[in-house]
């Protein structure tokens, strides 16, 4: 398969014009295939495809997910203004109380231990917090939203907040199944002993980059990540170095936000950010070292792997004899 970025790039190289047209790129790829610039497409199987399927299931439905929310947050702040100063997050209470009374009117209309016996009822909320039954029945009295249109748009909200539920309770069997998947694998069993490293990260992780097993060396899912280093030098001008940004963009995010809870958590990875960040000899921005530490992430893992081994602190640590004096 030849890579649709090298064909635009190299379409002017004979005729010296942006023209593209179909008899034009077969001529590009023809050469592109003579010249032996193609690769073979890696084609998953089995749990590594399940995984990678689940997770891109898992992705869309949470997507949705935050679409109902923000329709319904929109709902809110048009009929029922001070409901996101009670509720700040869609909680069990925050539906339940959109479901039974989600106009001002509604709640205004009754006592408070009414309200809190209406909420009872709904299922899965046993004891509805009466602080915010109170501040919701202030709010209500006083309440500024529109007044028009109200049964369509009780019709509106049950529609969001039931499929809102349906969402919910759909990403949570997916998990339950995608966990399921993945301990026929020994590979979370050395990826958990990384603190900082849950089933949810784990499913995600392998669902981009399969097996580790497919990987001879670490510097094969750096770039996969598209961590890379690129430059653009010439003579004595010298390039600011960034990251490539080729590869799995997805990967690439997620271990970005692996790496901002374990920089807090894992105490190894705290002080090698402490390191990179402080050190007298270029010192890195924030940022730049969070991108260096998911690099060493990858790296980590592919060695507790392949080799079958705990991690350790101290070992990911002995490249930098500060650190290891330290530890």
Same mark, same amino acid.
């Given at each position: 398969?030849?890579?649709?970025?090298?064909?635009?790039?190299?379409?002017?190289?004979?005729?010296?014009?942006?023209?593209?047209?179909?008899?034009?790129?077969?001529?590009?790829?023809?050469?592109?295939?003579?010249?032996?610039?193609?690769?073979?497409?890696?084609?998953?199987?089995?749990?590594?495809?399940?995984?990678?399927?689940?997770?891109?299931?898992?992705?869309?439905?949470?997507?949705?997910?935050?679409?109902?929310?923000?329709?319904?947050?929109?709902?809110?702040?048009?009929?029922?203004?001070?409901?996101?100063?009670?509720?700040?997050?869609?909680?069990?209470?925050?539906?339940?109380?959109?479901?039974?009374?989600?106009?001002?009117?509604?709640?205004?209309?009754?006592?408070?231990?009414? /309200?809190?016996? $209406?909420?009872?009822?709904?299922?899965?909320?046993? #004891?509805?917090?009466?602080? !915010?039954?109170? %501040?919701? +029945?202030?709010?209500?009295?006083?309440?500024?939203?529109?007044?028009?249109?109200?049964?369509?748009?009780?019709?509106?909200?049950?529609?969001?907040?039931?499929?809102?539920?349906?969402?919910?309770?759909?990403?949570?069997?997916?998990?339950?199944?995608?966990?399921?998947?993945?301990?026929?694998?020994?590979?979370?069993?050395?990826?958990?002993?990384?603190?900082?490293?849950?089933?949810?990260?784990?499913?995600?992780?392998?669902?981009?980059?399969?097996?580790?097993?497919?990987?001879?060396?670490?510097?094969? /899912?750096?770039? $996969?990540?598209?961590?890379?280093?690129?430059?653009? #030098?010439?003579?004595?001008? !010298?390039?600011? %170095?960034? +990251?490539?940004?080729?590869?799995?963009?997805?990967?690439?995010?997620?271990?970005?936000?692996?790496?901002?809870?374990?920089?807090?958590?894992?105490?190894?990875?705290?002080?090698?950010?402490?390191?990179?960040?402080?050190?007298?000899?270029?010192?890195?921005?924030?940022?730049?070292?969070?991108?260096?530490?998911?690099?060493?992430?990858?790296?980590?893992?592919?060695?507790?792997?392949?080799?079958?081994?705990?991690?350790?602190?101290?070992?990911?640590?002995?490249?930098?004899?500060?650190?290891?004096?330290?530890?």
């Amino acid at each position: 398969m030849c890579n649709p970025m090298h064909v635009k790039r190299s379409k002017e190289l004979d005729d010296n014009l942006q023209t593209k047209n179909d008899a034009k790129d077969a001529l590009v790829i023809a050469r592109l295939v003579k010249d032996g610039r193609y690769s073979y497409p890696w084609i998953l199987k089995e749990t590594e495809a399940e995984l990678r399927v689940g997770a891109t299931l898992k992705g869309n439905l949470s997507e949705e997910l935050g679409a109902l929310k923000n329709k319904i947050i929109r709902w809110t702040d048009r009929y029922l203004p001070g409901f996101p100063q009670v509720f700040p997050s869609l909680g069990k209470m925050a539906l339940a109380a959109l479901e039974c009374t989600p106009f001002p009117g509604d709640v205004a209309s009754k006592e408070l231990e009414e /309200l809190l016996a $209406l909420y009872k009822k709904v299922e899965g909320l046993k #004891s509805p917090q009466k602080p !915010k039954a109170i %501040k919701l +029945i202030e709010y209500a009295l006083n309440s500024i939203g529109v007044t028009e249109g109200l049964q369509m748009a009780r019709i509106e909200v049950a529609t969001l907040i039931q499929r809102y539920l349906q969402v919910e309770k759909e990403i949570q069997a997916l998990e339950l199944e995608l966990v399921t998947l993945i301990q026929t694998s020994a590979e979370p069993e050395w990826l958990q002993t990384v603190p900082g490293l849950g089933n949810k990260t784990i499913i995600d992780l392998l669902s981009e980059v399969g097996s580790f097993s497919h990987y001879n060396h670490p510097r094969q /899912l750096i770039k $996969l990540a598209g961590l890379t280093l690129r430059e653009n #030098s010439s003579r004595q001008h !010298k390039g600011q %170095k960034r +990251i490539s940004k080729r590869g799995r963009r997805q990967l690439r995010a997620l271990l970005f936000r692996v790496m901002m809870p374990m920089i807090r958590h894992n105490e190894a990875f705290r002080k090698l950010h402490e390191y990179y960040t402080t050190r007298q000899v270029n010192p890195l921005r924030k940022k730049q070292s969070i991108v260096v530490l998911c690099g060493k992430l990858l790296k980590v893992l592919h060695a507790i792997y392949t080799k079958h081994m705990a991690f350790d602190a101290r070992q990911m640590m002995k490249d930098i004899p500060e650190l290891k004096v330290a530890a």
